[in-house]
């Protein structure tokens, strides 16, 4: 399997959003019921590229997009700037399979070089087990749970906080 991790493009959008839709309708490892519009896609791609946030695919290639991966403000106030929250998807078909490590591998030293000192993952339970071990596998250590707070398929969800510090951390001052 030749697998290529590099930057998104619009081009491979409705790829992602297709990911992103299926774990939408039958997963709760993210909150919306329902994905956004590919057009909504196209205006969150340029918001991210304008903050400094990378957005990463795993091309499987002839056309193929495994698995993306980004990064966003973890909250928007300027004192947060140094931190970043990950997404991460993988196709189904291609889960266990090594790519999710590389998807963020790349992010986390992609991150790392834009000057951020720490990434989120924020994982809902029931059902997050797998993007918990995940996380913890890549070094991420849980921080905070919050209980109850989320509501997705007849279920009360809690909302588990993982970090991981991003080159130096917070042993040096940023910049
Ligand atoms: C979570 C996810 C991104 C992991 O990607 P993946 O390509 O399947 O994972 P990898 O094959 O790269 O696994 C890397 C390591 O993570 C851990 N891991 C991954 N899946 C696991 C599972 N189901 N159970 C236990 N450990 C697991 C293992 O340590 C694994 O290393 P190993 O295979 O050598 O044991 C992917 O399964 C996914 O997209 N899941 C649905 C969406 C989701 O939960 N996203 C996260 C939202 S925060």
């Not at 994905?35 to 196209?42: D, I, K, N, S």
């Not at 499987?60 to 909250?75: L, T």
Request: glycine share 10%.
């Amino acid at each position: 399997m030749t697998m290529q991790i590099r930057e998104a493009t619009l081009d491979d959008l409705p790829a992602a959003l297709a990911i992103y839709a299926h774990a939408c309708e039958t997963s709760t490892a993210t909150w919306d019921y329902e994905a956004p519009t590919l057009e909504t896609m196209h205006e969150r791609f340029g918001q991210r590229a304008a903050a400094n946030h990378p957005f990463l695919v795993a091309d499987a290639g002839q056309g193929q997009i495994a698995g993306f991966a980004y990064a966003s403000s973890f909250h928007p106030h300027d004192g947060f700037r140094f931190t970043v929250e990950d997404t991460i998807y993988v196709g189904e078909g291609w889960q266990r399979k090594g790519i999710g490590r590389l998807l963020l591998d790349a992010l986390i030293e992609d991150c790392t070089a834009r000057g951020f000192r720490q990434m989120i993952a924020g994982i809902s339970m029931p059902g997050g087990d797998q993007s918990l071990r995940f996380h913890e596998a890549a070094g991420f250590r849980k921080v905070a749970e919050f209980p109850s707070v989320g509501w997705k398929h007849g279920h009360w969800l809690s909302a588990h906080y993982l970090q991981r510090p991003l080159g130096e951390g917070a042993d040096t001052l940023p910049e």
